[in-house]
Structure formats: C-alpha cells, structure tokens
C-alpha cells in the first residue's frame, strides 16, 4: 500500500506558477505509475498528467500541455507538478494518485490510491 499526501496549493493570479508536491510512503514508490488529476467544484474529476514508475515517460492532458509538468524523484518518494502560465479554469481541487500499470492513463478509476487534495486557485 502507498499512503498520498499533496501539498503546494494557494492563490495565484493568472498567468503565474505554483508548484505541487506529493509524498508517497513505503518502500515501494518506484514500482508505482503516478498520476495527477483535479476536481472543480460540480464538474467530475479530471486527468491532468501522468509519469511511468522511472520517470522516463509522461503524458499529459490537451488543457494542460506545455503549461504543467510532471516529475518524480524516487530516492525521496515525491512527485511534482509543476504549473506554469495558470489560467481561471485550472481552479480545482487536485489530487495525486498511484497505480500498477502504463495503460489508460486518464481514467481514474485505474488508480488505485489517492491523496486527499490541495485546492488550486487562480484569479483573474
């Protein structure tokens, strides 16, 4: 099992940056597909990103493409998303989640842990 817990959140105007973080625990971080997805308040959960157990590969959604970025750093447990070039509709709750396998990436119930969220806002 893998317990999340993200951090990072807060207000930003738009066209500004935040950064979100996601501790992982146990031992077995590595052997985990990481994935970041967010809610919006009346909308349904949405995928934002992903990145293979080492890093080497990541996938993002359209909305998000060449603004967010996500990264992990296995020797500390952690992944990252960064966020660039906000805009109003990023507003939303955003969770990270973890997984076994590289496939079908977007939908969430294939993750099978999830954290409890940091809320995002970005003002206009």
């Known amino acids: 099992q893998v317990q999340l817990v993200e951090s990072g959140g807060g207000l930003v105007q738009a066209g500004g940056s935040l950064r979100l973080s996601c501790a992982a625990s146990?031992?077995?971080?590595?052997?985990?597909?990481m994935g970041w997805f967010r809610q919006a308040p009346g909308k349904e959960r949405e995928f934002v990103a992903a990145?293979?157990?080492?890093?080497?590969?990541?996938f993002y959604a359209d909305s998000v493409k060449g603004r967010f970025t996500i990264s992990r750093d296995n020797a500390k447990n952690m992944v990252y998303l960064q966020m660039n070039s906000l805009k109003p509709e990023d507003t939303a709750v955003y969770h990270c989640?973890?997984?076994?396998?590289?496939?079908?990436?977007?939908?969430?119930?294939?993750?099978?842990?999830w954290g409890q969220g940091t809320q995002v806002t970005v003002s206009s």
């Open positions: 989640a973890a997984r076994g396998r590289w496939v079908r990436l977007a939908q969430s119930n294939e993750y099978d842990y």
């Open positions: 146990g031992r077995t971080f590595s052997s985990y597909v």
């Open positions: 990145i293979s157990w080492s890093g080497g590969s990541t």
